[in-house]
């Protein structure tokens, strides 16, 4: 049974940085992983993905340049970086995984069958 844990998340004040992490249990595949986030009232959207060696990334223009995604294979844990939060970056932040490799579908929330339970992340002005 595969199980995604995040951790990280927390009040922080604009300017400030978070590391989020994603420890995967039950993965028995390397496939893309990424970063999800949303806010009250939004949709679910792409911050950050990964393909399953690190060789290839997609970041969300509103993040570029600020955010940093990178993964562990041997602990089977994402990383997100977040450097120079604002407050538009608050939302609850999701992890994902798919036994796929990079593809289409990587920036959709509906090319992840595995999903966290989520990490709130709030960033005051």
């Known amino acids: 049974q595969v199980q995604l844990v995040e951790s990280g998340g927390g009040l922080v004040q604009a300017g400030d940085s978070l590391r989020l992490s994603c420890a995967g249990s039950?993965?028995?595949?390397?496939?893309?992983r990424a970063w999800f986030r949303q806010a009250p009232g939004k949709e679910r959207d792409i911050v950050a993905a990964?393909?399953?060696?690190?060789?290839?990334?997609y970041y969300a223009d509103s993040v570029k340049g600020r955010f940093t995604i990178s993964r562990d294979n041997a602990k089977n844990t994402v990383y997100l970086q977040m450097n120079s939060l604002k407050p538009e970056d608050t939302a609850v932040y999701y992890c994902a995984a798919t036994r796929r490799d990079w593809g289409t579908t990587a920036t959709m929330p509906g090319g992840y069958a595995y999903w966290g339970q989520g990490t709130q992340v709030t960033v005051s002005s």
């Open positions: 039950g993965l028995t595949f390397l496939g893309a």
């Open positions: 990964i393909n399953w060696n690190g060789g290839s990334f």
